[in-house]
């Protein structure tokens, strides 16, 4: 009888012992006793038995947290990077104009605004708000190419004495400004993912495209509208969580640069495009501090 009882539980354990010499653990935390057969960038190939019959099987890099061994030893940790997968990003926040105002506040205050309103006006026009959104297609592990698109907007006001000094007349009015930058090209982007646990992620995204540029200008009963178009470029860094295996929430810090060589000026009677000298171009270059959201498609 017992000969007979190992002669049947011996085909089983060499079965087992054959399919169960490594172990998966997926982002769900479930197990997989198997046997790894090939593994390839985007997935794992694996054969484990079913109701006692060897199956093979396939499961994606990105559903895998560590492959170890039946000793539970872990000897491979696969991190979270994506391969294959298509992805958006969506973040808006804080934006600061990093140029310098000193040649315009001086010339406002020629005209008679005093220094503490016309330092009111341009931080009211440098601080703005940016939203950012952004599409890859990751072609390799970590590395994907797409689109970035940025839309950058801010606005000032203030009420002034003006004085164009010729000794007999003082004008008390509006001095407003609307600020609309768009910017849009093709991008890179990579990303590591940190830790053993591989929630938190690291991502830099770097993109190149064009700029537009529009400025909607009132002072006194003057009205002005600028526009004008150049290249431009952008870096950006991110530090993501993953709140599921599909989506992310995040933290962006952006460097947007770009100057305009040209501009048009409109006066609503008259037109007229200005080169303007290097020393004066029209710099637009900005820092974003943005939140975000990444979705994994």
């Avoid at 341009?122 to 689109?147: C, D, E, N, T």
Wanted: proline content about 4%; glycine content about 8%; overall charge positive.
């Amino acid at each position: 009888m017992i000969n007979r009882l190992l002669s049947l539980l011996l085909p089983l354990l060499l079965a087992v012992t054959s399919f169960a010499q490594d172990r998966i653990i997926t982002r769900s935390l479930d197990t997989l006793h198997c046997k790894i057969i090939r593994k390839t960038p985007g997935a794992v190939y694996f054969k484990q038995l079913q109701g006692g019959v060897p199956t093979t099987s396939r499961i994606a890099r990105r559903e895998i947290l560590s492959i170890g061994n039946d000793g539970f030893v872990v000897d491979k940790v696969d991190e979270r990077i994506p391969f294959g997968n298509f992805d958006l990003s969506f973040s808006g926040g804080p934006s600061w104009l990093v140029a310098s105002t000193k040649d315009a506040k001086n010339q406002a205050m020629q005209l008679g605004v005093t220094r503490d309103k016309i330092d009111s006006y341009y931080r009211q026009l440098k601080l703005g708000w940016a939203a950012s959104a952004g599409g890859h297609w990751f072609i390799s592990p970590g590395m994907g190419v797409g689109a970035t698109w940025r839309f950058f907007f801010s606005g000032a006001e203030i009420w002034s004495t003006f004085d164009p000094h010729d000794g007999q007349t003082l004008f008390y009015g509006q001095m407003k400004e609307k600020l609309l930058i768009q910017y849009a090209g093709p991008s890179l982007k990579a990303s590591t993912p940190l830790g053993r646990s591989q929630r938190l992620v690291l991502n830099s995204v770097v993109s190149a495209g064009m700029v537009f540029y529009r400025d909607e200008a009132l002072s006194m009963h003057n009205y002005l509208l600028i526009t004008g178009n150049n290249f431009g470029s952008a870096v950006e860094t991110s530090l993501e969580t993953f709140l599921t295996p599909k989506i992310a929430l995040g933290a962006h810090l952006s460097l947007f640069a770009a100057k305009l060589k040209k501009i048009k000026v409109d006066s609503g009677s008259n037109s007229y495009t200005i080169d303007l000298p290097k020393d004066q171009r029209e710099n637009v270059s900005a820092l974003d501090l943005r939140a975000g959201i990444r979705i994994i498609l």
